[in-house]
């Protein structure tokens, strides 16, 4: 059994851990109040420009653009979201775990037609530690979302998918839905899908067909449209990622937190049932040499 001073010096050190936890899930939960603002008041954009983008491109099949084509696959791209640090409990090894999983998948195509961008130094570790090259470093995007840096990142991909150098990319990312839940996300983010679209206006037997009127022309506006679309989603998915990451460090650290609690009560009972015991022990002695010194 430990010693009364090795309990309580443990006690000492549970509740340092548990001031640790707790100042960790204050910055995560302040953080993850930003994230969720900047979230809420980008999503509604995006969700808009997405739904004018489909309703254009599925409402006229004469319009042919290479976004919506679909190629035989020869060359991918995956872009993966995950954080820079840890204790945010199975945020990146969830990620990682899918990333794994859609790399297996197209592992046919040999690794030179495997493109990955890593967002986050959680997932660029483990692209590295698999032996595998990532298209460059993007840390810095993880911790502080940047629309301009996104940009840049979807004017890779967009130049990279017209010139045939890939066939599809594909998106790795939490999607954000409350402090306590976010789903792991695996989507297409080229070529576009105008299936889910069209299912939609089937299902919905009473919804009316958006009539556009357009100026100057369709073709001028698509092409000025789909890329500011492809910016927005690419965006959208940073910022989901960011507040996911927020979200799940804060749930750790409170769990952390009532952990450390839990602990601290039981080694009270074990520190109290050691020095009752130890008293009681003392009493016995004092007894048993009083009994002798009569005797």
């Known amino acids: 059994m430990a010693s009364l001073k090795e309990i309580k010096t443990r006690i000492t050190s549970v509740k340092s851990t548990k001031k640790i936890t707790s100042a960790m899930k204050m910055i995560a939960s302040s953080k993850l109040h930003k994230a969720q603002a900047a979230i809420s008041n980008f999503l509604p954009y995006q969700a808009k420009l997405d739904a004018i983008l489909t309703n254009l491109l599925s409402s006229d099949t004469s319009y042919d653009s290479p976004f919506t084509q679909t190629r035989d696959v020869k060359r991918v791209a995956i872009v993966a979201f995950a954080s820079n640090s840890s204790l945010c409990g199975a945020y990146n090894a969830n990620v990682v775990k899918e990333f794994n999983a859609t790399y297996n998948k197209y592992k046919a195509l040999g690794k030179d037609n495997i493109l990955i961008y890593p967002i986050g130094k959680k997932i660029a570790d483990a692209v590295k530690k698999q032996g595998l090259v990532s298209q460059g470093d993007y840390k810095e995007m993880a911790d502080k979302p940047s629309y301009v840096m996104v940009q840049d990142l979807a004017k890779d991909l ?138």
């Open 158 to 295: 967009i130049k990279k998918y017209i010139d045939k150098e890939i066939d599809e990319v594909v998106l790795i990312y939490h999607h954000f839905i409350s402090t306590g839940s976010q789903k792991l996300i695996n989507a297409d983010f080229l070529p576009f899908d105008l299936s889910h679209a069209q299912s939609d206006d089937i299902e919905n037997k009473n919804a009316v067909q958006t009539d556009y009127i357009l100026e100057p022309s369709k073709e001028e506006i698509l092409e000025s449209l789909i890329p500011t679309v492809l910016y927005s989603r690419l965006y959208a998915a940073l910022l989901d990622a960011n507040a996911s990451e927020h979200a799940a460090r804060t749930m750790a650290m409170q769990i952390a937190s009532d952990n450390a609690d839990e602990l601290v009560q039981d080694l009270i009972i074990q520190y109290n049932k050691s020095r009752q015991q130890a008293v009681t022990n003392q009493l016995l002695d004092i007894i048993g040499g009083a009994s002798a010194l009569q005797g």
